[in-house]
């Protein structure tokens, strides 16, 4: 009885306006986990892109292989992995704060390197060869004349992941980490509004996620005219 | 690397031969099978014009990319310039830099002005400032007939008018030699003699050159010497005139009949 009577001044206490409050302010936490992911992403993603594509084969095996392993396995195993993982193997106490941030950035990293190495790849060789063939060594040849080139190609693709990675954090709630989704969840626990809050939520990371989609079509399609 | 310039140029002007390049038995397999070079050797002189001539599949591509290490070599030597370019080198951006090369397809950069084109190895590999470069860049342009159009991007040029893009952005590095892969074969009829007008202005200036081309006319009016080439050997060389006039081989009577219909 007394869980009901909490249930009910729960629900009295958490109104609309509170509920929205709390989720924005959880809200955060999805955002700065995506960045992080993001920034932190990107930094390794462009090693991983710059192993794939090297004349080294060790390097080039070892890239694959890591992008083969982020890219096949679930997300959500990536972060159990990482939490119980990293904490019995190092004997860290890792927060899941932390465990989310490294997840999620190995796992960008993985999507971006891949993405960024498709664009290298897609610049004729013919580039290669002219700067080559004008005495530029092979990162003067990438920086001057390859990446220039490769970027363009690359941010339709890059800014339409950000969606995923925007999308993905909500799964860093399976290991406790408070972002929106968990907030929902515990918020709706209490007042019993699952629909209410889960609506909310959606709302709020479509909010996140469709001007990125909106800007990487028109990026694309600005891209496909240009040349 | 000037000062080695200097030295090279003084060291080969005693040298009674005065070779730019010297390829001996030149030997190249692909993927340890195919033996597209079958023991190739060339003597190229200061200011010649050696073309290349010789059916598709032949090895000619193949040969005169050796000369700047585009293409690894298995057996052989190369020298350039007094270099010598030895089948596992590291180092080649020196040879490089020495050897201007145009290709079939242009290879423009294209999110580069053609002026940016033709200062970027001048400003990157010789490390020059970006406002002699830009003079450098603006005469080439100028003797190419193309500096109305310095501040242009490639994609907005015609084809025979990046050919000739190219050709400066090569000449820009101040080359020792040039070579030329089949220069107006992705061309338009039309623009094939602004560009060859372009190359013969380059070889009446004294620039040494090895082209790979089918035009007869430009072979017989430039080249100091023709050397055919067949299954990745070279199967007879001479004047334009003994070359045209009275070939030996059967080989070359055969591609002539071709090439002259
Ligand atoms: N990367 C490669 N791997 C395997 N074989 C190759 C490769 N590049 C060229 N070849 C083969 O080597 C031979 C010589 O090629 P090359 O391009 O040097 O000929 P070419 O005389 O320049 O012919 P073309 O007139 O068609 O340009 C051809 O049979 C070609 O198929
Ligand atoms: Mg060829």
Redesign the interface.
């Known amino acids: 009885m007394t869980g009901f009577l909490f249930a009910q001044s729960a629900t009295d206490q958490f109104t609309l306006d509170v509920i929205v409050r709390n989720l924005l302010l959880a809200t955060r936490w999805t955002i700065a986990l995506s960045a992080i992911a993001f920034i932190g992403g990107g930094a390794v993603g462009f090693l991983i892109m710059l192993f794939r594509i090297s004349p080294n084969k060790i390097l080039r095996y070892i890239s694959a292989a890591y992008v083969e392993f982020f890219q096949g396995t679930p997300l959500i195993l990536q972060l159990f992995l990482t939490f119980f993982g990293l904490s019995v193997l190092f004997n860290l106490n890792l927060s899941p704060w932390a465990a989310a941030a490294i997840a999620l950035t190995t796992y960008t990293s993985a999507f971006l390197g891949d993405i960024w190495r498709g664009s290298v790849q897609a610049v004729p060789q013919g580039q290669w060869e002219a700067g080559t063939a004008l005495g530029m060594t092979y990162f003067k040849q990438l920086k001057r004349v390859i990446l220039p080139q490769a970027v363009r190609m690359s941010i339709p693709p890059t800014v339409g992941f950000a969606v995923q990675v925007i999308k993905g954090t909500s799964l860093a709630s399976v290991i406790g980490f408070v972002e929106l989704t968990r907030s929902a969840s515990a918020i709706s626990n209490v007042t019993f509004k699952p629909f209410l809050l889960f609506s909310i939520a959606a709302v709020i990371y479509f909010c996140l996620c469709f001007p990125l989609s909106v800007l990487s079509k028109q990026l694309e399609k600005r891209f496909a005219t240009d040349g | 690397m000037t000062q080695f310039d200097s030295m090279g140029a003084i060291a080969t002007a005693d040298d009674s031969k005065d070779a730019v390049i010297v390829a001996q038995d030149v030997e190249k397999w692909y993927s340890n099978k195919f033996h597209v070079l079958q023991g190739v050797s060339l003597t190229v002189h200061r200011g010649e014009v050696v073309v290349v001539m010789g059916p598709s599949g032949s090895g000619k591509s193949t040969f005169i990319r050796t000369f ?1 290490a ?1 293409e690894p070599y298995q057996k052989g030597s190369i020298e350039i310039d007094g270099i010598k370019l030895t089948p596992n080198m590291k180092n080649v ?2 040879v ?2 020495e ?3 145009v ?1 079939q ?1 242009f ?5 580069l002005t053609v002026l940016q084109n033709v200062m ?2 001048p400003v ?2 010789r490390g020059w400032k970006k406002e002699q470069a830009k003079q450098v860049a603006g005469e080439l342009l100028e003797r190419v007939g193309i500096l109305n159009q310095a501040n242009k991007f490639p ?1 907005q040029l015609s084809g025979g008018q990046q050919q000739r893009v190219a050709i400066a ?2 000449l820009a ?1 101040q080359p020792k030699v040039m070579l030329f892969d089949e220069p107006t074969s992705a061309l338009d009829p039309e623009m094939v003699s602004e560009v060859l007008d372009v190359m013969r202005t380059l070889a009446q200036s004294g620039m040494t050159m090895v082209c790979v081309t089918h035009e007869v006319g430009f072979a017989r009016q430039v080249a100091d010497r023709i050397v055919f080439m067949a299954d990745g050997l070279i199967v007879e060389e001479g004047t334009p005139q003994e070359f045209f006039g009275n070939p030996k081989h059967d080989r070359t009577k055969q591609f002539l009949a071709q090439i002259l219909h």
Do not use: I
């Open positions: 700047n585009l951006e020196a490089r830099r050897v201007g090369m290709f397809q290879n423009l950069f294209p999110h970027l190895a990157e590999v994609g952005r090569a590095m």
